[in-house]
């Protein structure tokens, strides 16, 4: 169990590029989650998906958002267009599937527009 | 609907003092609660969680919380602080019927003074 990874750690791209994060959760677990933190704030819920379906959409997620889970495995979320707002730390979390086990969180994908 | 309140952003204890971190919530079902910290540049470390049952929680690191349902609190505390606790500190709902989602406080950045 090595836990959940986020690539990249740190991304800076300039406003108006579109910009691509990857999260493999802890292999046996079937539940992903993507949050975004903003400085001084607690993590804001997007999405989250049980196996390749995605259950939930939050409001914060506009249609520059777009988030896969093909196969149930990885998840991607990728922002079309990045403007200077979509600067913060984006979290990805898995869980099984008992919502009271609680969530293990990766360390983030930092991003900043430029 | 769900929200977390968490009373001070920033709280100084001495080394060897008692923390105590406050977090009110709202909720329309039975909550499950958690606290979770996280160090700079990492991702969130699940603390404790209360679901049912006992209502004084144990946590790692000697932290424990109690879930006092008459008061809607789940106050974090530690008898004696230690330099390695300086961190931020989220406290987080979700609701324990069909929805996963946690909704987390703006948190609380914990200094231990030497």
């Known amino acids: 169990d090595t836990g959940v990874s986020q690539d990249p750690r740190h991304k800076i791209t300039k406003r108006g590029q579109n910009v691509t994060f990857r999260c493999d959760p802890i292999?046996?677990?079937?539940?992903l989650y993507w949050y975004r933190q903003t400085l001084g704030q607690g993590p804001e819920f997007l999405t989250y998906f049980q196996n390749e379906a995605q259950l939930e959409k939050s409001r914060l997620l506009s249609d520059r958002f777009s988030a896969e889970r093909p196969k149930g495995s990885f998840s991607t979320l990728e922002i079309q267009r990045t403007e200077q707002g979509d600067s913060a730390m984006y979290l990805c979390?898995?869980?099984?599937?008992?919502?009271?086990?609680?969530?293990?969180f990766g360390s983030g994908t930092r991003l900043t527009v430029v | 609907a769900q929200s977390v309140t968490q009373l001070g952003s920033h709280v100084s204890v001495s080394e060897g003092a008692l923390v105590l971190l406050r977090c009110n919530y709202s909720s329309s079902v039975p909550p499950y609660l958690f606290w979770y910290v996280q160090y700079p540049n990492q991702g969130l470390q699940l603390l404790l969680k209360y679901t049912t049952g006992a209502t004084l929680v144990k946590g790692i690191n000697g932290f424990e919380a109690e879930f006092k349902k008459s008061e809607t609190s789940f106050h974090l505390t530690k008898p004696s602080a230690h330099m390695s606790d300086a961190a931020e500190y989220f406290c987080a709902v979700s609701e324990s019927f069909g929805n996963e989602k946690l909704t987390f406080g703006t948190g609380t950045r914990l200094t231990i003074i030497p």
């Open positions: 292999s046996e677990h079937n539940r």
């Open positions: 979390a898995s869980s099984l599937q008992e919502a009271n086990y609680g969530y293990t």
